[in-house]
C-alpha cells in the first residue's frame, strides 16, 4: 500500500470567491453524452477523505476493486496525507478535498476505471460537486453517491431494492435515491463526468451487494481512516 504526503498546491484557490469562479469555469468541461463503463465490469475505484481538523491534518484513499467480484481481494490501493488545503464552506467542499484524493489517485499501481466519490456530482448548488471536479480534473468517468439529499427534494422509492426516484432541484433533475437494501434508507446519486444518470444507477446497487453504502466507499473510509491514524 503506497501512501504519499501532499503540499497544498501555490496556485490553489485560497477565497471563497475564487473557488466559486474555479467551479463556474470548470463545469463548462463536464461531459454528460458518454453512457461511461457497464455495470458489473472492469474496475472501480473508491475515494474518500478524513480529517483531523484540530491537528490539521487530511487523509485520503483510494481503492481498486474488480467489479465483478466485490467481495474478494482489493485489487489496488493508496493515501495521500497532508495539510487541510481550504475552510469548511458549503457547496466548496472539493476544495478541501481534491489535492489529497489527486495525489491518492496518481499513487495507484494501475488504472481507477470508473471512480465513485462519496460525495455529489451535478447534485450541486453549482451543478459542480467533487465527483465532476474530480472528472474533469483527471478525465476519468465519475459518479457521486451521497448520504444524504443535500438541499434537494425526492419521493421515496419503492421498497425492492434497485428502485429509484428523481432528486429534484426544483422541477431540475439533479440526480435519483436509488434504494441498495430492501426498505432501507436510499442513497442519492449524480453523474460526475463522462457517465449518464441511468448507468450511475445501475452501478450503485451492483456496488452494494450487502450494505446500504456501495463497497467502494465502505473500503475507501475504512482505509482513509486509518492512515489519518497513523499520520496524526
Not at 26 to 45: C, F, I, K, M, Q
Not at 72 to 93: D, E, H, K, N, Q
Request: a neutral charge; charged letters at 20%.
Amino acid at each position: 500500500m503506497t501512501t504519499v504526503t501532499v503540499r497544498i498546491p501555490a496556485d490553489w484557490s485560497a477565497t471563497g470567491e475564487r473557488a466559486s469562479a474555479v467551479q463556474d469555469e470548470l463545469r463548462a468541461r463536464v461531459v454528460l453524452d458518454e453512457p461511461g463503463p457497464p455495470s458489473g465490469t472492469g474496475r472501480v475505484t473508491g475515494v474518500d477523505v478524513a480529517y483531523d481538523d484540530e491537528r490539521d491534518v487530511v487523509a485520503a484513499a483510494a481503492v481498486v476493486l474488480d467489479a465483478a467480484t466485490l467481495a474478494l481481494a482489493v485489487v489496488a490501493g493508496a493515501t495521500a496525507v497532508g495539510r487541510i488545503s481550504f475552510p469548511y464552506v458549503p457547496g466548496l467542499l472539493a476544495f478541501r478535498e481534491i489535492p489529497t484524493v489527486l495525489a491518492a489517485l496518481e499513487a495507484l499501481p494501475c488504472p481507477p476505471g470508473l471512480v465513485v466519490c462519496d460525495g455529489y456530482g451535478l447534485a450541486h448548488p453549482r451543478r459542480f460537486g467533487l465527483a465532476s471536479h474530480l472528472g474533469v480534473l483527471t478525465g476519468l468517468p465519475t459518479i457521486g453517491v451521497a448520504k444524504n439529499p443535500f438541499a434537494f427534494t425526492y419521493e421515496d422509492p419503492d421498497t425492492p431494492r434497485g428502485s429509484t426516484s428523481p432528486l429534484l432541484a426544483g422541477a431540475e433533475e439533479v440526480g435519483r435515491a436509488v434504494r441498495t437494501r430492501d426498505a432501507v434508507k436510499p442513497v442519492f446519486v449524480s453523474v460526475g463526468h463522462r457517465v449518464s444518470l441511468g448507468n450511475a444507477c445501475a452501478h450503485t446497487p451492483a456496488l452494494a451487494p450487502a450494505y446500504r453504502l456501495p463497497e467502494t466507499t465502505r473500503r475507501a473510509d475504512a482505509l482513509c481512516r486509518k492512515a489519518l491514524r497513523a499520520a496524526a
